[in-house]
């Protein structure tokens, strides 16, 4: 059963950068594709970025889009998210997503959670204004 396990969050002043890893574990790891959400308080899980595992393919929420950079390293079955030009409103528990149960036919598949079927327990992310 795969496994996924965050870090790399914490406490950064507004304009400041953080990276999120996301390292997977298990017997089979065969991915189809990875993502990140995040969850405010009093607020729903939203999308924020995703990477298709043998593609080129990146998306982006618009918020995060020229911010934020989602990269993936096959080898060593990580995926990460580079955080820069942090703002306060990207304050959330960032969780990170994995789909292995088949490819994604199009862009919007990409960006609902309902497409991953295991996910991380979270790591909280804090800009301070």
């Known amino acids: 059963q795969v496994q996924l396990v965050e870090s790399g969050g914490g406490l950064v002043q507004a304009g400041g950068s953080l990276r999120l890893s996301c390292a997977a574990s298990?017997?089979?790891?065969?991915?189809?594709?990875m993502g990140w959400f995040r969850q405010a308080p009093g607020k729903e899980r939203e999308f924020v970025a995703a990477?298709?595992?043998?593609?080129?393919?990146?998306y982006y929420q618009g918020s995060v889009k020229g911010r934020f950079t989602i990269t993936r390293d096959n080898a060593r079955s990580t995926v990460y998210l580079q955080m820069s030009s942090l703002k306060p409103e990207d304050t959330a528990v960032y969780y990170c997503?994995?789909?292995?149960?088949?490819?994604?036919?199009?862009?919007?598949?990409?960006?609902?959670?309902?497409?991953?079927?295991?996910w991380g327990q979270g790591t909280q992310v804090t800009v301070s204004s």
């Open positions: 298990g017997r089979t790891f065969s991915p189809y594709a």
């Open positions: 997503a994995v789909n292995t149960r088949g490819r994604l036919s199009n862009t919007y598949a990409y960006t609902v959670s309902l497409s991953y079927n295991r």
């Open positions: 990477i298709a595992w043998s593609a080129d393919n990146t």
